[in-house]
């Protein structure tokens, strides 16, 4: 699992409300991405990062932002949480040297919840 | 970025080879194909990769035809922790490069 962790697991929240997920990995590995998979769909890019204090947007990053102060933490946050961002999240790496091309590894994923 | 047609479902039975077949009309020359499992409440798992001709792992084989307009990925004697939800990307192995699609759930039967 390339020692991924995600925080938390499960949360519900109430709209409007800030949640922060975090994602952490203990391999210095230089590209972090956050992904959103609901229902029906597979993943889709929210945020990424190619090293410290380097992120940009994906495919889908209205009502996100993120957060890379170290190489082992990246940060996302619904800055006020709509019903539209209930989804599970997944956090993943790049292993290798060719960042993009590289396999992709997950971690567990975050289920969230927004009443 | 390139998109990608796989089929919506597939069953098998255990034991048998599954070839799911995935079309990318429009891949670029630089572009490479990637496979992904993902199974319930887990994240996707990288299968295999290749960029022309065969690719063959341990745990299943890739097969790209000359013009690269397609692929399929070769799961050879399924059984029934193999169902799953396989995905294609093209481009590079995730990221800002490639694009999940829905996907392709494989149900193995006994």
């Known amino acids: 699992d390339a020692g991924i962790t995600q925080s938390p697991r499960h949360k519900v929240t109430e709209t409007g409300t800030p949640v922060t997920l975090r994602c952490h990995q203990t391999?210095?590995?230089?590209?972090m991405y956050w992904y959103r998979q609901d229902p029906g769909h597979g993943l889709r890019l929210i945020h990424y990062s190619y090293g410290v204090k380097d992120t940009d947007k994906g495919e889908v990053s209205d009502g996100y932002s993120v957060s890379r102060s170290k190489t082992e933490d990246f940060l996302l946050t619904l800055e006020s949480a709509t019903s539209s961002q209930t989804s599970v999240y997944f956090c993943a790496i790049s292993v290798g040297l060719a960042g993009e091309y590289n396999e992709q590894f997950f971690g567990p994923g975050t289920r969230l919840t927004v009443l | 970025l390139a998109k990608t047609t796989q089929p919506i479902s597939m069953d098998s039975y255990e034991g048998q080879e599954v070839n799911i077949t995935c079309s990318h009309n429009n891949i670029a020359t630089n572009d490479y194909i990637t496979w992904y499992q993902q199974f319930p409440s887990q994240g996707p798992r990288f299968i295999i990769q290749g960029y022309k001709t065969k690719v063959t792992n341990e745990v299943a084989s890739l097969f790209i035809p000359a013009d690269r307009k397609s692929s399929t990925l070769s799961l050879p004697r399924v059984s029934l922790s193999d169902t799953a939800v396989y995905y294609c990307?093209?481009?590079?192995?995730?990221?800002?490069?490639?694009?999940f699609g829905a996907g392709t759930r494989l149900f193995v039967k006994a």
């Open positions: 391999e210095n590995h230089r590209y």
């Open positions: 990307l093209v481009g590079g192995g995730g990221g800002f490069k490639t694009i």
